[in-house]
């Protein structure tokens, strides 16, 4: 199964852990950083803080700025997760079970609105949204996210279906299960991993749209917008704050759906 | 439907399980699939507002005070930045639907604001204060207000003497430790043709030399006056071009800041309060004009740290010392700008920039 | 491998929900670019009608075409930085516990859970003059001048590394984890030192993945705004760096329609030779 | 009655012919194999009966009942894969339980009916282990499990043997016709391996280039091969073009001079004839013997040891190489034959078979 008894006991995989001890760390650095920010007792940012407190927690948790936003889009968030999770994966089940020749023309369309500056699709939305009067509303919001999260389904639901055993969803169908149950019980139980990637990257993605949605909102404000809005006028440990605490929010969904990932369909069970 | 409504927001703020409940409240809405701003209502204003200190001084002075004078209602957006974003604005009124009453415009902004008929003329007559107003201070589309000026901010500790002039970011003593404005690059570009010409125009070649000289001494290029104050927090600088009113605020906070109005002259700049055309509430508007630029309310303002055109309003000397504008002497530096020119060459001088930047 | 040779058209009913939805969010925008992108700006007023001007203008300027190379410049050392710096890390997942996998995969996703602004408020505090690095280095005197370690193409570079790399890191190990080990297994039996066995066994299988990553990488590096802006103190310039200046600062919609048809252009070239290698190289 | 009837099947890929106009049927409780080379169509016949590949035209009857254009779950067949598709992420049991739970079979009814399935495939005490804990027989058995517990009208089996390794093969064989024959279920064979087919089925079908070449008994298939491609393809065979000879009396195969058994008239076109390879005899030419005693003689060019067997090729003088095998009986005889030997060449007239047309 794992290649640990042929590359354990040698250098390299000493080597190996080295480097990724050193790439971790170059990762998870700046996270550390901000946290660590957050409990300063300064009015400013500045590293090691000159003192600790809980200040600038009090500050978010009693702002209704800062609850707004956060709960807008952690709304958004949740709204377009799971939609972009099934519009995603039906596309990408559509380009791989579609006519191979049509594939990669399809394929590259699909994924077209990931490559596209969000300023120029942020303006080509609002126009449309002004004109069917949904700006500022989550019927704006909510495709335009979705524009923009499911190609990253696409691809990596997509990878996870060109790897996977077709004959086990003709097994199921030959048992009894049409197309849809046989998908249902064996397909998606089994590329849970890319589904959850989906959902992460979704979620991630959603949370942290800026241009788009500055285009779209006018009264309402998401958290990027309200950090943005923030930032532009002062360096605050608030958003230090606000940061940790969505870190921590997302950092224990994130968790939760690799704890989930793993348990089912772990390398236990997928050869 | 939620509106956010301000009137009885900072002041009294709820506490924190009461904010979290109203989170979850605000979840299990439906409010969100409704557009928040509704149809026009004669009594609701919707204006822009600023972040931070300014956005709360707003709030209190200009607004709040307003609101209830007149017992009306009204509706904030937050601006990102200083500018209203004129890019999203057009848009909007292209299709007849701005999102405010009034708009804070920058004087580049006020051209393609014309030139694209964006803004409506104010009727004068529905304006009686204009009479206590400098004529500079009064446009077809609104009043200026908001006055502030772009001089060098420094580090009073770490250079001495106190700069009087734009060289001084030239000298090799700061090399490594200066940083020009990116945000407002036509500035940038105005400095050093007053530097090393006497005049801010034209831009050219010439100009675009004197900042490659400057160019080793720079450690940033900086967007937004927070990445300015952040600079100077963090060590990075000691001087850069800047505006007067946060300098004020960062000396107030402890920093060790000036402004400096350098002798080639320096720039003084304001806003246009105008409204937008097919703006859902433009009576309202007109009353707000009349009554922001009255005495109160200015010397509010001034009080606050930048300049007015009302002639009724008294300066003490610290207020006339941060708003500069009210000093006849130093105002004599004062160089005044072509806006035309800056808009219809801001293409030209981008591209001229970004090759200078990327040679 | 039995795999359903039909030409499955009736899968296509799929895409129906995607496609009406990108029927109004991406191609009726695309549409309206398209439109915008021959319309005429002068003067600060948007004249629609046929005109070539900014096409003309992005190859005569002297500056749109350079600074479009030095994106595919910098979006390709991205790519190049995240291969070398993931690899070793899908390596490694795919040979530890699943308890250790599970906390490296979250590390990798880890920088995407903050947002990108405050992502880079954080490195000013690391990387800058007198960030922990530089302070750390004088105090141990180990350097005099604080090094430039920000506001370069360095700092840029490094910022978008760090947030992209779980995108390096995820199609890679989703290859690794599908070659067989028996293979590489049998190779070092026969005799091969390790790094043979990776050269001539792990690397080539993997090359799928490899590809997956570097074109989401650099497609992904291509559309960089906010990084460069921040971390590279404006001296670094990118193509969506131009077309937000342009929309912000001039109002001139036109070049930026042309500017960002032009960047959706060269992506989707990049995305069809990605597409057309990965064929050869699945093929073999 | 019959459990499976295939009447002019066709399946085209644009102009690409995969099938062309089958007729067969699986009469009830019979085991009958399609056996063929790979790409000759055997498979996609087959999974044409599961429903996976809609024929280009023809009928298609499971259990006396058109199931032409049926999609696969309403038809009631249990189907096993080569690779044995087992469901990675469900127990054994649940594994066995699917099929009955898509076919809202109550559940208190499944356990028992799971229960079962797996005592059939002697698995009862492993239904709570994973797929991947098995062993590649243990996961056939419960392949099979799978397949049978929801009492399929036909078995389907898509070489189901392939990934094992031989002698696990040749032990699953015996046991899988056994079950086939306690359980009396209809059942189709795919496969390209012609031991497999001969030692289980009632009958064979052997296909080429999407086209039926014989049907028959084992028997018939091995010994009266119909056609040549059927003689090459079944065991290993010697088949000589011969020519009428001696007013019809003989049949010049290649130089060898062999008797018309079946009184050919007509084969001045020529005709061919095969000699199974384990029906020739090889002797060392016995120097007592008068030189009349043997009437063919050739001389060994290669000889390959297969353990039980020993195959020669022998160079027939003035005829045909032959290939031959004999049985590694341990009498000395053979024992120090080699390359290059002389040797006496003998058959009965009963070896000889002419083929059909």
Redesign the interface.
């Known amino acids: 199964m794992s290649s640990q008894e042929s590359y354990g006991s040698r250098l390299p995989y000493k080597f190996l852990v080295g480097l990724v001890t050193i790439v971790i760390l170059f990762l998870e650095a700046p996270l550390i950083i901000l946290v660590i920010q957050s409990f300063t007792a300064e009015s400013y940012l500045a590293f090691p803080p000159p003192s600790y407190g809980i200040r600038w927690y009090k500050e978010v948790l009693t702002s209704e700025d800062w609850l707004n936003s956060i709960s807008l889009s952690l709304i958004i968030a949740a709204v377009v997760t799971p939609l972009s999770l099934v519009l995603g994966t039906m596309a990408a089940f559509a380009l791989d079970r579609g006519p191979k020749k049509l594939k990669h023309g399809l394929q590259t369309i699909m994924i077209a609105p990931m490559v596209l500056p969000h300023i120029v699709l942020g303006l080509g939305l609002f126009k449309m949204a002004l004109q069917l009067d949904i700006d500022d509303s989550m019927l704006a919001y909510i495709p335009a996210h979705l524009t923009i999260t499911i190609p990253f389904v696409i691809i990596s639901v997509g990878a996870s279906l060109q790897t996977f055993?077709v004959?086990?969803e003709?097994?199921?169908?030959?048992?009894?299960?049409?197309?849809f149950?046989?998908v249902w019980?064996?397909t998606l139980?089994?590329i849970r991993p890319a589904l959850i990637a989906g959902s992460i990257f979704s979620f991630i993605i959603s949370f942290d749209e800026f241009i788009i949605t500055f285009f779209l909102t006018t009264f309402q404000r998401t958290l990027p917008i309200e950090m943005f809005s923030t930032l532009m006028y002062q360096v605050k440990p608030s958003i230090a704050a606000v940061s940790t605490l969505t870190l921590a929010v997302t950092a224990f969904l994130t968790a939760m759906l690799i704890l989930r990932g793993q348990v089912?369909?772990g390398d236990?069970?997928?050869? | 439907m939620k509106k956010i409504d301000k009137k009885n927001n900072n002041l009294n703020r709820r506490t924190v399980i009461k904010s979290a409940l109203g989170a979850g409240a605000l979840m299990s809405t439906p409010y969100f699939f409704v557009k928040a701003n509704a149809a026009s209502d004669p009594k609701v204003l919707n204006m822009y507002n600023f972040d931070g200190s300014l956005g709360e001084f707003y709030t209190k002075h200009w607004y709040n005070p307003f609101i209830e004078k007149f017992d009306i209602k009204m509706n904030h957006i937050k601006l990102k930045g200083s500018r209203v974003p004129l890019e999203k604005v057009q848009a909007q009124i292209n299709a007849g639907k701005p999102e405010t009453d009034v708009m804070p415009m920058h004087q580049d902004q006020v051209i393609f604001a014309q030139r694209n008929n964006l803004a409506m003329e104010v009727d004068a007559s529905a304006i009686p204060e204009f009479a206590n107003y400098y004529d500079k201070g009064v446009t077809k589309y609104g009043p200026k207000m908001v006055l502030w000026c772009y001089g060098l901010a420094y580090n009073t500790e770490l250079v001495k003497p106190a700069p009087t002039s734009w060289k001084v970011l030239w000298d090799p003593e700061y090399a490594g430790k200066v940083a020009v404005n990116e945000g407002l690059k036509d500035q940038t570009l105005q400095m050093v043709n007053l530097a090393f010409k006497g005049s801010p125009y034209p831009v050219d070649a010439q100009t675009f030399k004197h900042l490659s000289d400057l160019r080793p001494s720079l450690v940033a290029l900086w967007s937004g006056g927070a990445d300015a104050e952040q600079l100077f927090r963090n060590g990075e600088i000691v001087m850069t071009p800047f505006w007067n009113g946060r300098v004020t605020k960062l000396r107030g906070e402890g920093l060790p800041l000036k402004f400096a109005t350098p002798k080639e002259g320096f720039f003084v700049r304001s806003s246009v309060y105008g409204i937008p055309r097919g703006a859902a509430n433009p009576e309202l508007a007109h009353e707000w004009l009349n009554w922001v630029i009255g005495a109160g309310p200015q010397k509010k303002m001034v009080e606050y740290g930048y300049g007015t055109f009302n002639k009724q309003v008294e300066h003490t000397a610290e207020e006339a010392a941060n708003v500069i504008v009210s000093d006849p002497e130093v105002m004599k530096y004062a160089v005044s700008e072509d806006f035309n020119q800056i808009l219809d060459n801001g293409k030209e001088w981008t591209d001229m920039w970004n090759k200078w930047k990327s040679s | 491998m039995?795999r359903?040779?039909?030409q499955n058209y009736g899968a296509l009913w799929l895409l129906t929900p995607t496609v009406l939805l990108y029927l109004a969010t991406f191609f009726v925008p695309l549409i309206m670019l398209g439109v915008l992108s021959f319309a005429r700006f002068e003067a600060s007023v948007t004249t629609l009608g046929f005109y070539f001007d900014n096409y003309v203008k992005i190859f005569s300027d002297g500056i749109t075409l350079k600074i479009f190379f030095q994106t595919v410049r910098l979006s390709l050392m991205i790519t190049f930085w995240c291969l070398i710096l993931g690899y070793p890390v899908a390596l490694l997942m795919r040979s530890c516990s699943p308890k250790m996998k599970m906390v490296l995969l979250f590390c990798v996703v880890s920088p995407l859970l903050t947002s990108i602004i405050v992502r880079n408020v954080a490195w000013l505090l690391i990387l800058g003059r007198t960030g922990i690095i530089n302070d750390t280095l004088i105090q141990w005197d180990l350097i005099s001048k604080p090094l430039p370690l920000m506001y370069n193409e360095f700092g840029v570079i490094l910022a978008v590394v760090h947030v992209y790399l779980s995108f390096m890191v995820l199609p890679l190990f989703g290859a690794l984890n599908s070659i067989n080990s028996s293979i590489e297994e049998a190779a070092s039996s026969l005799g091969a030192p390790y790094w043979r066995v990776f050269l001539s066994v792990t690397l080539p299988l993997s090359l799928p993945g490899v590809m997956a990553g570097c074109t989401l990488v650099f497609i992904l590096s291509m559309g960089v705004y906010l990084t460069p802006v921040i971390m590279g103190g404006n001296f670094v310039l990118t193509l969506p760096m131009l077309i937000t200046e342009s929309v912000r600062e001039q109002y001139d919609w036109p070049f930026a329609s042309a500017m960002a048809l032009m960047l959706l252009l060269a992506i989707g070239f990049m995305v069809i030779l990605s597409s057309g290698v990965q064929r050869l190289v699945g093929r073999r | 009655m019959s459990s499976v009837e295939l009447k002019s099947i066709v399946k085209k890929?644009g102009a690409v012919t995969a099938v062309a106009s089958i007729d067969l049927s699986v009469e009830s409780g019979e085991f009958v194999t399609l056996l063929g080379p790979s790409g000759c169509g055997k498979?996609t016949t087959l999974?044409m009966v599961?429903?996976?590949?809609?024929p280009t035209s023809g009928t298609l009857s499971i259990g006396d009942v058109d199931m032409t254009g049926v999609?696969?779950?309403?038809?009631?067949?249990?189907?096993v894969?080569?690779?044995y598709?087992?469901?990675?992420?469900m127990t054994v049991r649940k594994n066995v339980e699917?099929?009955l739970k898509?076919?809202k079979v109550l559940t208190s009814e499944r356990g028992p009916r799971v229960q079962e399935a797996l005592e059939l495939v002697q698995l009862e005490s492993l239904g709570d282990r994973?797929p991947?804990e098995l062993s590649g027989g243990q996961q056939q058995r419960v392949a099979l499990a799978?397949?049978l517990v929801?009492r399929p009208d036909v078995l389907?089996l898509?070489e189901p043997f392939g990934a094992l390794d031989k002698q696990l093969r040749d032990h699953m064989r015996v046991e899988l016709r056994e079950l086939q024959q306690k359980l009396k279920i209809s059942t189709l064979f795919v496969t390209h391996d012609q031991d497999e087919a001969l030692s289980m089925s009632d009958r064979i079908v052997v296909m080429s280039e999407g086209k039926v070449s014989q049907v028959g008994k084992p028997t018939e298939i091995y010994e009266k091969p119909q056609t040549r491609f059927v003689a090459d393809f079944i065991g290993r065979s010697n088949i000589l073009v011969g020519k009428l000879e001696n007013k019809g009396k003989t049949i010049n195969a290649e130089g060898l001079i062999l008797p018309n058994k079946e009184n050919m008239t007509n084969g001045d076109d020529g005709v061919s004839v095969m000699i199974r390879p384990e029906c020739v005899k090889i002797t060392k030419p016995d120097p007592k013997a008068t030189s009349a005693s043997a009437d063919v003689k050739g001389k060994v060019t290669a000889s390959i040891y297969l353990g039980s067997i020993v195959q020669y090729s022998v160079q027939i003088i003035d005829g045909p190489n032959l290939v031959v095998t004999q049985n590694n009986t341990g009498f000395e005889d053979l024992k120090n034959l080699t390359v290059g030997d002389d040797v006496d060449v003998s058959f009965p007239d009963s070896a000889i078979y002419i083929l059909p047309g």
């Open positions: 055993e004959s086990l003709e097994a199921a169908r030959s048992l009894g299960a049409s197309r149950w046989a019980y064996i139980p089994i089912t369909s236990k069970v997928i050869k | 039995s359903n040779s039909d | 890929y498979t999974r599961a429903g996976f590949i809609r999609p696969p779950h309403q038809r009631t067949v249990g189907l894969f080569q690779n598709a087992l469901f990675p992420h699917f099929g898509m076919q994973m991947a799978r397949a929801i389907l898509d």
